[in-house]
Antibody, heavy 121, light 108 residues
Framework: QVQLQESGPGLVKPSETLSLTCTVSGGSISSYYWSWIRQPPGKGLEWIGYIYYSGSTNYNPSLKSRVTISVDTSKNQFSLKLNSVTAADTAVYYC???????????????WGQGTTVTVSS | SSELTQDPAVSVALGQTVRITCQGDSLRSYYATWYQQKPGQAPLLVIYGKNDRPSGIPDRFSGSSSGNTASLTITGAQAEDEADYYCNSRDSSGNPWVFGGGTKLTVL
């Protein structure tokens, strides 16, 4: 079955760029939408954006000016870059797959375990 | 408005039925998607669309909608259902960015 694994630095300095990669195993990245979601400590979920395997993207307006999501189908990976980070970007970052059955509703059926990113000097 | 409002906390006696609600203007046009999240775990998709459950989700979970309110009902709540529940739907542009603040369900 499909599994997702986030990877990247756990500590990022303020004003720098947060970079994370999600590796898809057990299946192909092709023909699906892939998302990044984050959750600040003790708070709710925030959808950052999503990418189709072909490379088309859609970003949450609240983060759009700072976000880039990209895909590398040859490596079965997709990535997140968030620039000019502040302490408010400290969160658990999840990657997830939009379920093909729930695609119209953007239901995400496979999630990574999440990776904690702390923004601090 | 693109906001979704959930009660912060709800409790239910073991084996009883509980309804978790989500309110927002967008729910007049779009169904809610529901996620369960246990401490230290990633969210789990439990309901999407009118009332669809992914494979492996028990049929005690069901969804419904009326006006600007979507509901997740657990019929015969079990101890393992104790978790945070989040609703998600679309904003006025049709994008799926909007999450409710979450409801912490306690099973007594």
């Amino acid at each position: 079955q499909v599994q997702l694994q986030e990877s990247g630095p756990g500590l990022v300095k303020p004003s720098e760029t947060l970079s994370l990669t999600c590796t898809v195993s057990g299946g192909s990245i092709s023909s699906y939408y892939w998302s990044w979601i984050r959750q600040p400590p003790g708070k709710g979920l925030e959808w950052i954006g999503y990418i189709y395997y072909s490379g088309s993207t859609n970003y949450n307006p609240s983060l759009k000016s700072r976000v880039t999501i990209s895909v590398d189908t040859s490596k079965n990976q997709f990535s997140l870059k968030l620039n000019s980070v502040t302490a408010a970007d400290t969160a658990v970052y999840y990657c997830a797959r939009v379920s093909p059955a729930a695609q119209y509703y953007y239901g995400m059926d496979v999630w990574g375990q999440g990776t904690t990113v702390t923004v601090s000097s | 408005s693109s906001e979704l409002t959930q009660d912060p906390a709800v409790s239910v006696a073991l084996g009883q039925t509980v309804r978790i609600t989500c309110q927002g203007d967008s729910l007049r046009s779009y169904y809610a998607t529901w996620y369960q999240q246990k401490p230290g775990q990633a969210p789990l998709l439990v309901i999407y669309g009118k009332n669809d459950r992914p494979s492996g989700i028990p049929d005690r979970f069901s969804g419904s909608s009326s006006g600007n309110t979507a509901s997740l009902t657990i019929t015969g709540a079990q101890a393992e259902d104790e978790a945070d529940y989040y609703c998600n739907s679309r904003d006025s542009s049709g994008n799926p960015w909007v999450f409710g603040g979450g409801t912490k369900l306690t099973v007594l």
